[in-house]
């Protein structure tokens, strides 16, 4: 899959910076993710030379660039740069740092453009603040009359369905042209997955409407069970 998109992650802080770029790339192993945080001296706030050379980097790689920042004077900053680069390719979304990063990376490792990944971003929030229903649908491994087919999984995995796992299983999720879920939350939504909060031990149930996604949900489960990180 052709990976198009960079990351550039606008921080005060260059720790913080680093540290979720770190994250993010443990999730989008093939998404570029460049951090642009602190001054040029290591201290705290944010440098027009920094994030223009970061977003250089990833435009002179052939990438379209998303730009997500963390507190209001660095999205001033970074409105300066991009007035100075007026680049239809690269998009600043006012997003959830943290969430949103994670997202956006998973999105563009899907092969998601730059719009769809600042969709990402810009929806991570709401995951969370909604709640999701995750009653479980009767009977493991079978189809049920409503025509849905599923499977229980148990957790294997020490973290749970977080971080990696949780990746990893959205990955595969998003390898099927149709609906995937667990516990009811999208299956191809990192995101969702997290906001779970399933842990080692707990059993999800993994499942379709779609019958072209029935090997999905077996390859899903099977690899919950085997354990994902």
């Not at 749970?160 to 998003?174: E, I, K, S, T, Y």
């Not at 997290?194 to 019958?211: C, F, H, N, R, Y």
Request: negative net charge; contains cysteine; proline residues 3%.
């Amino acid at each position: 899959m052709s990976i198009s998109v960079g990351l550039v992650l606008v921080s005060h802080s260059d720790q913080i910076a680093s540290g979720l770029a770190e994250l993010a790339g443990q999730m989008a192993a093939d998404v570029k993710v460049v951090p642009a945080g602190g001054l040029d001296d290591g201290s705290i706030g944010t440098s027009y030379e920094k994030i223009e050379n970061a977003i250089t980097s990833l435009r002179s790689e052939g990438l379209s660039v998303l730009v997500l920042t963390d507190l209001g004077s660095a999205t001033m900053t970074v409105e300066a740069v991009l007035e100075t680069l007026e680049d239809r390719e690269v998009v600043f979304e006012d997003a959830p740092f943290l969430e949103g990063a994670i997202a956006a990376a998973v999105a563009a490792q899907q092969g998601d453009d730059v719009w769809a990944a600042a969709g990402a971003a810009s929806g991570a929030a709401a995951i969370f603040i909604d709640k999701l229903d995750t009653t479980p649908a009767p009977e493991s491994g079978s189809e049920t009359t409503d025509g849905v087919f599923k499977r229980e999984a148990v957790v294997a995995d020490e973290a749970g369905l977080h971080a990696r796992p949780a990746a990893q299983v959205a990955a595969l999720a998003g390898q099927y042209d149709g609906e995937i879920f667990i516990n009811d939350a999208e299956a191809d939504s990192i995101m969702s997955i997290m906001a779970l909060g399933i842990k080692q031990g707990e059993t999800v149930v993994v499942s379709t409407k779609d019958p072209k996604c029935w090997a999905g949900v077996d390859k899903i489960a099977d690899a919950i069970e085997a354990g994902l990180d």
